[in-house]
Structures are given as C-alpha cells and as structure tokens.
C-alpha cells in the first residue's frame, strides 16, 4: 500500500514537472511578450528624419555595419540566432532578401514584430530601438546574406 502510493505521488510529481518543462518551452518558443531592448547609440550616423523608409539609407556604411552588429548581438541574437546564424527558434535572418528588395519587409517585421492569434512571435522593436538602429543592423546582415 505504502509502495503503490508512493509510486502514484512520484507519478504526479513526474507528470508535474514534465507540465511545467512544456510550459516553460512553450513560453520560450512563442510568447515572446516581455522582452527587454538594449539602447542603441546611432548618434555618429546621419539623421533620417522620422518619417519610415522603405529602402536602407545605410547600405555600405561601415559605421552603420559596426553598430548595426553590436545592436543585433544585443537585441536579436537570443531568438535569431549568434552571428545571425538561426539556431531554429526564428527565421535565419541571413536568407532575408539581399538589398532593396528585402529591405521593405525586413521594416515590417522590425517595427511591427510579428504577433498571430494573440501570441507574440516576436516583439515590436521600432518603437524602442528606433528607424536609424534597425537600419543599422539591416546593414550589417545585408554583409551575413546567404542564398
Ligand atoms: C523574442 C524573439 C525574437 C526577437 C528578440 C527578435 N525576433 Fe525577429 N522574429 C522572431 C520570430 C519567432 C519570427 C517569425 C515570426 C513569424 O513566424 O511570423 C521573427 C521574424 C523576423 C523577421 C522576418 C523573417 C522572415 O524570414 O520573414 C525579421 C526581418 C526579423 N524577425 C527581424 C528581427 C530583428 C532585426 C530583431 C532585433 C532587432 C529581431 N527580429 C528580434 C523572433 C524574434
């Protein structure tokens, strides 16, 4: 008697933890809500005014690529992966589109994160970091691209 209850309560105690590891998982992989962001300084690169582009103003600058590679190790990396290789929690950033044509989606995403029935996918990051970083770590992956 003593040996069966015991066997019940370990029983439980398994199909506990085994709930709360799923759950942490679950939260780990697709709700995303409480992320912090890490301040970007893009004070040495050129104004571009508030309005939103749809093409990269940085493209080839090489303070933009430095800075934009610290903000993304920062501010992306946990999900998308070190050195914009994806571990498989988010896309693979490198296999964007290379350029203009990629560009305008690449904001999208940026600004606006990516949220589906209520779940946070990945946060909004516009708001927070700003149009000048998020260009900034645009053109720092344009130099990570693959095909
Ligand atoms: C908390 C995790 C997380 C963080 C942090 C994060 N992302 Fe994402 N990102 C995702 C996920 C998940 C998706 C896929 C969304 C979907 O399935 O719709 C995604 C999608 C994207 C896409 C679209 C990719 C494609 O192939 O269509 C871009 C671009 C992107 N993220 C850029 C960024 C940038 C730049 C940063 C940092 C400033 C960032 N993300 C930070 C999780 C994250």
Redesign the pocket.
Known sequence: MAGSQSGLLSRVALATSAAILASAVGANLYA?GN?TTQAVDTSKLPAIGDALLTKNPYRGNADAIRIGQS??GQ??A???GLDAISGG???D?R??DKGEAGDE??ME??HK??V?DGKV???A?GDT?GQKA?WA??SW?DTKHQE
Do not use: F, Q, S, T
């Open positions: 995303h992320v903000a993304y501010n992306c946990r999900c998308h929690i988010a896309p950033l296999y964007l989606w690449y995403r940026y994160g990516a589906r996918y990945m946060p990051m970091l998020g770590i645009r992956l």
